[in-house]
């Protein structure tokens, strides 16, 4: 399979840390695989860590719904890539605060 990650928009949020220290960086929409996918979002955990997780809702009765990345290779190069795109818009790395 080839995996080809763009971000194609991205929106830089800088949340505060919530009440068990993770923070929201951004939201982005990446085009991987000939599959659009809007609404995912760049986290920094309380450990310091950086994921990349795909977008979460509702359904019509409330049910939840999500699209999530199941590879550590899709995972980890998604991550890469929207940190990248962070530090390209805010001039500061991910991880540092």
Known sequence: MTNNHE???????????????????AIFDILSSGIMIRGCVLLRKSGGQLVAKGPIGKNHVGGAIRAEFVDTEVKDAIASKAARAYAALTGREAPDE
């Open 7 to 25: 971000i194609k928009t991205m929106t830089v949020i800088d949340a505060p840390e919530n009440q068990v220290g993770n923070r929201l960086l």
